[in-house]
């Protein structure tokens, strides 16, 4: 594979996404990563690397309670009680199609969950995909950077 072409492991864009079920606990402005379409007005970018996860209006702001492991060392990952240290996060990029991607990778299957970690550097997880629905992809927006 040449160095220019896109690197798809695994994962498109409709409509504002909205989980009725959650309300958003994170008051955070975000206006200026959210065109009027309410599609990414800027690219979506690994914190560690740099490498490009998502063009600019290829996912809609979702809010959605996810779970995700904290982004350190597997040997830190687990407490002495046998939990796994995390975050719950709230505002994500959503994907409906996993070729709109630039850059992503997938770990393997954790029960029904594959999480999506950047596909150069392997830093993760930055996102969430359920097995149970082939269309929904979310890219949580506190583990990525915007450009």
């Not at 492991?9 to 409509?15: A, D, E, S, T, V």
């Not at 959605?64 to 407490?79: A, I």
């Not at 550097?121 to 992809?137: A, M, N, T, V």
Request: glycine residues 8%.
């Amino acid at each position: 594979m040449s160095h220019q072409q896109k690197r798809l492991f695994l994962l498109q864009p409709l409509g504002f996404v909205m989980d009725n079920s959650q309300q958003s606990k994170d008051s955070t402005d975000r206006s200026d990563l959210v065109s009027e379409d309410g599609k990414n007005s800027k690219a979506v970018l690994c914190q560690r690397c740099g490498s490009k996860v998502l063009c600019p209006g290829m996912a809609v702001l979702a809010e959605k309670e996810l779970f995700l492991p904290s982004m350190r060392k597997k040997s830190g990952l687990r407490s002495a009680d046998g939990s796994v240290d995390g975050d719950t996060l709230t505002a994500h990029w959503f994907v409906d199609d996993m070729f709109n991607f630039e850059n992503v990778g997938f770990t393997k299957d954790v029960g029904r969950i594959k999480y999506l970690i950047c596909a150069d550097c392997e830093i993760g997880p930055i996102g969430w995909h359920c097995l149970d629905d082939k269309r929904s992809f979310y890219v949580a927006v506190e583990r990525v950077n915007h450009a």
